[in-house]
């Protein structure tokens, strides 16, 4: 029987390598060519900020991952108060563009292949690179099996086109820190009185902070119920509310519960009987 189908998730392989971010360290923004090389971020230790210059920010903890693609300006963060680590692997190949830029999490059996993937990175014997283009092969088809149980479900994104630099930098803080900012903080961290930042989100960004912290919570809400295996509880801990807050957020800004949400992949249809 002659098969028809032929993977091109990864044709070539790049590099790979450990690297530590000390606590509050960050990397320079910065890009990759040419257009068929990819970027995967795998933290092993703490927690990363992969933040875009033209896209939400991803934040990745320990045992979750994303890829970037070549040409797009980004730069990674270690915001926590502890070092962080993770595997930084370059390679040629083509993926969805839906499975780019935002957290993929790992399960046991794709960590493994990582670890697999390190070792043989090392390995100067013959046939090494060809061995780890099949082992990356297997982490990306492991990734899509596990975490895109909805092939083509993309996150959503936010318009974040804005006129002025503060406003942005409203936005790209809000979107990184919605489970825990506060106003005061807030106001701090950009360096205004709470009567301008008020006027920055009214008059530049469109929303109140607690609308937009909504807008966020329910945007990652979203993807965690359609993309990971995390219970309600877990999801809602994850996006800093509880379990009750978590329910009343969907019924308000979606019209059903998260249940309902994730069995019907989030088409907006309730369906029969609930």
Known sequence: MKYLFQAEFVTGFRSIVHK?????????????????????????????????????????????????????????????????????????????????????????????????????????????????????????????????????????????????????KVFNIVSREYSTITLAELSRKVGVSRTTLYLIFKDEIGHKLSDLIKMFRLEQAEYLLLQSSLSQAEIAAEIGCDKSAFFRLFKQMKGMTPGQYAKTLGNGENPAGN
């Open 20 to 168: 530590s971010y000390s606590a509050g360290h960050s990397c320079a923004f910065h890009l990759h060519a040419p257009d068929s090389v990819y970027e995967l971020i795998y933290v092993d230790n703490g927690q990363i900020t992969v933040e875009y210059q033209n896209d939400l920010p991803a934040v990745l903890k320990a045992g979750s991952c994303c890829f970037i693609k070549s040409k797009s300006l980004h730069r990674l963060v270690n915001e926590q108060a502890h070092p962080s680590s993770y595997l930084n692997i370059m390679f040629y190949g083509k993926l969805p563009d839906s499975f780019c830029y935002h957290p993929h999490t790992v399960n046991s059996e794709t960590h493994r292949l990582a670890k697999r993937l390190r070792e043989e990175a090392l390995n100067p014997d013959v046939f090494s690179k060809e061995l780890c283009c099949c082992i990356l092969s297997e982490f990306i088809i492991n990734l899509l099996r596990n975490n895109s149980e909805t092939p083509g479900t993309a996150r959503p994104r936010f318009n974040s086109n804005f006129q002025t630099e503060r406003a942005e």
